[in-house]
Every structure is written in structure tokens, then in C-alpha cells.
């Protein structure tokens, strides 16, 4: 049975808010990891970051990234998708400084031209919630669910 609406829909009351997690690249034969503020919708997370930050320098030469938060463990491709003031992005950017309302306009300098959204598709995810474990791959719009309890204290 696929349950790819499912654990979209689990997904979205997840990460379809500000949620702050660590955030992986690649650089050459490390790997590098951070916290990022991120937020998810259709099948991608959204981060407001400097195309000139380590993080970006490294997805421009590979795209490879991982997300976690607690349990969840998410690898997509990373993508600078420009300045939040860009035409392409104004209907995204009213929703980011919504999202992102506890930091945005205290942190996320829009005129300076090196500030960028960093668009994360989603290839694949392990996803925890309501006593179930979901394995999605986005590329083929799958996933399976087993029953899972948790009971790491976090």
C-alpha cells in the first residue's frame, strides 16, 4: 500500500512552520553540519541564508544535503533560488517572513544582493509521528508505513 498522502500530510504538520534543525553538506571529503531555521512545503524546505556562507559555497560545488530533527532524516539537493526581492520569489517571500516571523526582519538583510533562499528538494525521508514510521521517496511519490513506537526521551 502506498502511503505517500499520509505522510505528506505528516510532514506538513511537522515542518510547515519554523522549525530549527541541522543541516548537512559536503565538502570535499567531509562532511559539514550546522542549524538551520527550515521550513517545509510541497515536498521541499525553505531556508533564508548568504549565497557567500560556507554552507552555500559547498552546495554550489555539491548539491548533496541531509536534514534531521530528532528522529527525522530527510537528504534532498540544495538549490540557491536568489534574493527574497527577485520577481520569481515575491509570493514565497511574503510567506518566509511570515514563517519566519521571530527573526526575519531582524536578521535577513533583503537589499543586501548576496542574500538568498536556499531551496531543498527532497529525494527521501524517515519520518516518526502517531506511532508510525514512514519511509517517502519523493521521486516516485511513494512511501510505506510501519508501526513504530517511540520511546526515546528526547
Known sequence: MNYF???IEVMK???GRDVAMPLATVNGDKANIRVINAYYKENDF???TYSLS???REIMKNPNVALN???FV???LGENI???LEEQNRELREELKQVFCGFYDKHVCEEDANTCILKITLTDALVFAHDYKYFID???KTATREECVVDIVF
Do not use: Q
Request: proline share 4%; glycine share 8%; no cysteine.
Open 46 to 48: 525553505y531556508i533564508t
Open 74 to 76: 530527510a537528504h534532498g
Open 54 to 56: 560556507n554552507k552555500m
Open 69 to 71: 530533527h530528532n528522529l
Open 138 to 140: 519523493f521521486k516516485h
Open 5 to 7: 498522502n499520509e505522510a
Open 13 to 15: 504538520e511537522l515542518y
Open 82 to 84: 536568489g534574493n527574497p
